[in-house]
């Protein structure tokens, strides 16, 4: 059980296009996702918390309007990155935290490689 | 502030070896602590979490880590290498509820050589 899937793994984009990427809960229902961003040998970086049916909260240097966020279901998220420039290739990880569960626990989604040309 | 710490960037340990992997937190009340595991290219697969209860907490693939309060440590380890454990390794503590996300170490490289 707690699978989460992204959707798509890879994508690769023009500069100046949009890419919107899915999050999945699979096998339960998630008040809250994360999106995190990590460069190539660097740790996970945290953009933003997701929850379903409020406005995302944006981390400190996160632009809102380039990195669009909306979880409309409890077991969806999706990030749109707006406009996108070869800057914002990076690897995208969601996170989800399993509703009314006990600690804090989140499952982590396989990940998706941007690369803007 | 939560924080984490993974003092070692680059670890290389021989095939069969024993592995320690070093974490320490700072974090005002009882730190709920994960260790994952991430191949490249991959995503993040847990190898085990500490809640509560007995310090010593047992993982997938042998690891185990042990809790220290006294040391705000959360070190991994593993008695006998495998080379197929060769991977990125990042500590991460949270806050016991709420929906605060997971702070993450820098993570420690970990190279295994024959």
């Known amino acids: 059980g707690a699978v989460v899937s992204q959707h798509p793994s890879r994508v690769i984009c023009k500069s100046g296009t949009s890419v919107k990427i899915e999050c999945r809960s699979l096998?339960?229902?998630?008040?809250?996702m994360f999106w995190y961003r990590q460069f190539p040998k660097q740790s996970l970086m945290l953009m933003a918390t997701?929850?379903?049916?409020?406005?995302?909260?944006?981390e400190q240097g996160v632009e809102k309007d380039k990195f669009l966020i909306n979880h409309a279901s409890l077991t969806l998220s999706t990030l749109t990155v707006t406009s996108a420039h070869p800057e914002d290739s990076s690897f995208y990880i969601c996170s989800a935290r399993l509703s009314g569960r006990g600690p804090n626990e989140q499952f982590f989604g396989p990940g998706t490689r941007l690369t803007v040309l | 502030a939560q924080s984490v710490t993974q003092p070692d960037i680059h670890i290389t340990v021989s095939e069969g070896a024993s592995l320690e992997l070093r974490c320490n937190y700072s974090?005002?009340?009882?730190?709920?602590l994960f260790w994952y595991v991430q191949s490249p290219g991959q995503g993040l697969q847990l190898l085990l979490k500490?809640?509560?209860?007995?310090?010593l907490v047992q993982g997938i693939k042998g690891f185990e880590a042990e809790f220290k309060r006294s040391q705000s440590s959360f070190n991994l380890r593993k008695p006998s290498v495998h080379w197929s454990d060769a991977a990125e390794y990042f500590c991460?503590?949270?806050?016991?509820?709420?929906?605060?996300?997971?702070?993450f170490g820098k993570g420690t490289r970990l190279s295994v050589i024959a």
């Open positions: 991460a503590v949270g806050e016991g509820a709420g929906n605060t996300p997971l702070v």
């Open positions: 997701s929850n379903e049916g409020s406005k995302a909260t944006y």
């Open positions: 500490y809640f509560s209860g007995d310090t």
């Open positions: 096998d339960f229902q998630a008040t809250t």
């Open positions: 974090y005002g009340a009882t730190p709920y």
